[in-house]
């Protein structure tokens, strides 16, 4: 009997249900009925849909929905007007979505793939299939824009007059068809907030229940009715011919119900899109380009965040970089500064020696890292600040370093090499620059110096008890007796110093000859210097007499010039220097041991001025 019965297929272009009953012609008294689960076969050129948006096989209904959203915004004939291949790619974009994300369809289209690989004769044999068919295709049953118009709602649309341009994407989330795309969005952070985390609220639009109804899709007050056009079943039935056929109802979309006041505000649809402020939790350590996911309600919403750069740090990963400026001296001698800190100020420890560009490591001190455990380094980038402005006394430090500078490349401007190979400063304004090189070379060899302070002693005591000593008389006889002791000694030694050629500014002498004459010179210098402000009238009264100031002004400056006296015998030399008046004497410079009263040039001291504490007193070790 089947094989009398020849099935007129009617034209299924406009159905929209995947499964149809088609009622074949009567031959005799039999009726045949047939159910295909179909969704309008046609004859065409096999497409696969999951390559069609770009997604793989076991994607998500999230994922399908995703892919759509992307590729109708890109396709949508609005948007290219002047591309008539994009309106190709939206239909085939539409058609891929229409059967993806409709599970049943989805599962036929998986099935007759897997079943068309078997080849014609599996199809053949499977009963009532044409031999060799197979999912070749699919005639859509809506219309691309329509299908566009119902996904994205006449929600924005309608209200834009503007058609697919007045649309904005961002705001839709929701459709009555389930459509829910991830929102992304854009934060701006500052350095800082990037750097130690910081909750920030944002704005975005979010689609929730529709405040006015309440989800219900109608105005208040009114609610859906049974629908008139299928009865409440969801399902239309007509006829064309002798064909009886059911499908979908194209009104309540097979949900039996019609809204027949849908809710002004949010157009039938239950739900509007709101504009809610969210808190975004932005993690420690986040970098430039980073996205964060957070479930805003029953959606998702992408962050990517956008770091400002920052005046003081340069970012590396999880390390930073900065710069940090010295001082000559603190890069020369080392010490502390204090710098700004990823989490809080720190005082950097400058090693002495530092040179310039050196990179100074502070460890754990740098960005805490995001995917992992610990945090990454601080590096200090040092960079030495050279004075543009000396002050004299700054120029003359300087000048004497220079002037002991062993390993100068070149020559410093100011200091000159002598004919011994020592350098020597050219200027001395103030006489800082000799003063320093007292200071410096002032010890003598650590054996000679431990002689030289036993001798030292030994003449403080004899001073001591010399000035214990009653009457003048005496000690005017002692101290002349003392300065004749000296004198030939003193001669003596100059010619043997004048003769070896030893000149002030060498190194001490090694030579044994030498070095007697030269502890004979110190020691006798420092004796009659000492004599010459315990008993300044006796002194001067020899000093009168050339045979006496000669070699002994001869010894004073020979001495000072060496620079190996201690601190204390180079202040002695320095007060001798005024008493005797080879320096520019002090207004305010007073001798107790001096019986006369010294008039400071068309200036004379009262008796409450010789009172006043001068400056320079003989020292008490003296």
Same mark, same amino acid.
């Given at each position: 009997m089947i094989s009398r019965i020849r099935?007129?297929?009617?034209?299924?272009? +406009?159905?929209?249900?995947?499964?149809?009953? #088609?009622?074949?012609?009567?031959?005799?008294?039999?009726?045949? @009925?047939? @159910?295909?689960?179909?969704? /309008? =076969?046609?004859?065409? /050129?096999?497409?696969?849909?999951?390559?069609?948006?770009?997604?793989?096989?076991? !994607? +998500? $209904?999230? %994922?399908?929905?995703? /892919?759509?959203?992307?590729?109708?915004?890109?396709?949508?004939?609005?948007?290219?007007?002047?591309?008539?291949?994009a309106a190709k790619k939206f239909q085939e974009v539409s058609e891929a979505y229409e059967i993806l994300s409709d599970e049943n369809k989805r599962q036929q289209y998986d099935h007759w793939e897997a079943a068309g690989a078997a080849g014609s004769a599996a199809g053949a044999s499977a009963g009532g299939g044409h031999p060799g068919a197979q999912w070749q295709g699919f005639r859509p049953s809506m219309d691309p824009e329509e299908l566009f118009r119902r996904i994205f709602g006449d929600?924005?649309?309608?209200?834009?007059?503007?058609? =697919?341009?007045?649309?904005?994407?961002?705001?839709? !989330?929701?459709? $009555?068809?389930?459509?829910? +795309? !991830? $929102?992304? #969005?854009?934060?701006?952070? +500052?350095?800082?907030?990037?750097?130690?985390? #910081? @909750?920030?609220?944002?704005? *975005?639009?979010?689609?929730?229940?529709?405040?006015?109804?309440?989800?219900?899709? &109608?105005?208040?007050?009114?609610? &859906? #009715?049974?629908?008139?056009?299928?009865?409440?079943?969801?399902?239309?039935?007509?006829?064309?011919?002798?064909?009886?056929?059911?499908?979908?109802c194209r009104r309540c979309f097979g949900t039996g119900q019609y809204n027949k006041t849908p809710c002004l505000e949010c157009e039938g649809t239950g739900n509007t899109v709101q504009r809610r402020t969210v808190a975004v939790p932005v993690p420690a350590g986040i970098e430039d380009g980073q996205t964060l996911r957070i479930q805003v309600g029953k959606k998702e919403m992408f962050v990517t965040f956008k770091v400002s750069k920052s005046s003081t740090f340069r970012r590396d990963g999880a390390d930073v970089h900065s710069d940090v400026t010295i001082s000559l001296s603190q890069a020369v001698l080392g010490g502390t500064v204090r710098i700004k800190g990823v989490h809080e100020d720190v005082f950097l420890q400058i090693p002495p020696g530092t040179a310039s560009h050196s990179r100074l490591r502070l460890a754990g001190k740098g960005l805490k890292k995001v995917n992992s455990y610990g945090y990454g380094d601080h590096y200090v980038h040092v960079k030495i600040q050279v004075p543009k402005k000396l002050t004299d006394r700054q120029r003359a430090l300087l000048t004497a370093y220079a002037e002991m500078e062993s390993d100068t490349p070149g020559t410093v401007k100011g200091v000159t090499m002598t004919a011994d190979g020592k350098k020597l400063a050219t200027e001395d304004p103030g006489g800082t620059v000799t003063r320093v090189r007292k200071a410096v070379y002032s010890s003598l060899d650590p054996e000679d110096m431990i002689t030289f302070k036993e001798k030292r002693k030994e003449q403080?005591?004899?001073?001591?008890?010399?000035? $214990?000593?009653?009457?003048?008389?005496?000690?005017? &006889? *002692? *101290?002349?007796?003392?300065?004749?002791a000296m004198l030939p000694r003193i001669e003596n030694a100059r010619a043997v110093l004048e003769e070896s050629g030893f000149i002030p500014g060498m190194a001490f002498p090694a030579d044994l000859r030498l070095v007697d004459a030269l502890s004979v010179l110190l020691e006798g210098t420092a004796l009659f210097g000492e004599l010459a402000l315990? =008993?300044?009238?006796?002194?001067?009264?020899?000093?009168?007499?050339? %045979?006496?100031? /000669?070699?002994?002004?001869?010894?004073?400056?020979?001495?000072?010039?060496?620079? =190996?006296?201690?601190?204390? &015998? @180079?202040e002695l030399m320095y007060l001798l220097g005024q008493e005797l008046k080879l320096l520019p004497r002090d207004p305010r410079y007073t001798n107790p041991y001096r019986k006369t009263t010294y008039f400071k040039e068309k200036e004379e001291f009262s008796s409450k001025q010789r009172g006043e504490q001068p400056d320079h007193w003989l020292s008490e070790e003296l």
């Amino acid at each position: 009997m089947i094989s009398r019965i020849r099935p007129f297929l009617h034209n299924l272009s +406009s159905c929209r249900s995947g499964c149809r009953s #088609v009622l074949f012609r009567i031959y005799g008294n039999e009726l045949l @009925t047939r @159910t295909f689960h179909l969704s /309008a =076969f046609v004859l065409q /050129a096999k497409k696969d849909y999951y390559e069609v948006l770009g997604i793989p096989r076991n !994607a +998500s $209904q999230k %994922d399908i929905k995703k /892919a759509y959203y992307q590729l109708a915004k890109k396709y949508h004939p609005d948007v290219n007007k002047n591309d008539p291949q994009a309106a190709k790619k939206f239909q085939e974009v539409s058609e891929a979505y229409e059967i993806l994300s409709d599970e049943n369809k989805r599962q036929q289209y998986d099935h007759w793939e897997a079943a068309g690989a078997a080849g014609s004769a599996a199809g053949a044999s499977a009963g009532g299939g044409h031999p060799g068919a197979q999912w070749q295709g699919f005639r859509p049953s809506m219309d691309p824009e329509e299908l566009f118009r119902r996904i994205f709602g006449d929600l924005n649309m309608g209200k834009s007059g503007s058609g =697919f341009s007045g649309w904005n994407f961002n705001d839709f !989330a929701e459709s $009555q068809f389930g459509f829910d +795309s !991830a $929102q992304e #969005v854009i934060m701006n952070l +500052s350095f800082e907030e990037a750097a130690k985390g #910081v @909750t920030k609220n944002i704005s *975005v639009n979010v689609v929730d229940t529709c405040p006015k109804c309440n989800g219900k899709k &109608t105005e208040p007050g009114y609610k &859906t #009715v049974s629908c008139p056009y299928c009865n409440g079943s969801g399902m239309e039935t007509f006829s064309q011919g002798p064909f009886i056929m059911r499908q979908t109802c194209r009104r309540c979309f097979g949900t039996g119900q019609y809204n027949k006041t849908p809710c002004l505000e949010c157009e039938g649809t239950g739900n509007t899109v709101q504009r809610r402020t969210v808190a975004v939790p932005v993690p420690a350590g986040i970098e430039d380009g980073q996205t964060l996911r957070i479930q805003v309600g029953k959606k998702e919403m992408f962050v990517t965040f956008k770091v400002s750069k920052s005046s003081t740090f340069r970012r590396d990963g999880a390390d930073v970089h900065s710069d940090v400026t010295i001082s000559l001296s603190q890069a020369v001698l080392g010490g502390t500064v204090r710098i700004k800190g990823v989490h809080e100020d720190v005082f950097l420890q400058i090693p002495p020696g530092t040179a310039s560009h050196s990179r100074l490591r502070l460890a754990g001190k740098g960005l805490k890292k995001v995917n992992s455990y610990g945090y990454g380094d601080h590096y200090v980038h040092v960079k030495i600040q050279v004075p543009k402005k000396l002050t004299d006394r700054q120029r003359a430090l300087l000048t004497a370093y220079a002037e002991m500078e062993s390993d100068t490349p070149g020559t410093v401007k100011g200091v000159t090499m002598t004919a011994d190979g020592k350098k020597l400063a050219t200027e001395d304004p103030g006489g800082t620059v000799t003063r320093v090189r007292k200071a410096v070379y002032s010890s003598l060899d650590p054996e000679d110096m431990i002689t030289f302070k036993e001798k030292r002693k030994e003449q403080k005591d004899m001073l001591k008890r010399l000035v $214990q000593m009653p009457g003048d008389q005496k000690h005017e &006889t *002692v *101290v002349n007796m003392l300065i004749d002791a000296m004198l030939p000694r003193i001669e003596n030694a100059r010619a043997v110093l004048e003769e070896s050629g030893f000149i002030p500014g060498m190194a001490f002498p090694a030579d044994l000859r030498l070095v007697d004459a030269l502890s004979v010179l110190l020691e006798g210098t420092a004796l009659f210097g000492e004599l010459a402000l315990y =008993f300044p009238e006796f002194v001067e009264a020899r000093w009168k007499n050339n %045979d006496v100031r /000669a070699p002994f002004s001869w010894s004073i400056g020979f001495c000072n010039s060496t620079e =190996f006296y201690d601190e204390n &015998t @180079t202040e002695l030399m320095y007060l001798l220097g005024q008493e005797l008046k080879l320096l520019p004497r002090d207004p305010r410079y007073t001798n107790p041991y001096r019986k006369t009263t010294y008039f400071k040039e068309k200036e004379e001291f009262s008796s409450k001025q010789r009172g006043e504490q001068p400056d320079h007193w003989l020292s008490e070790e003296l």
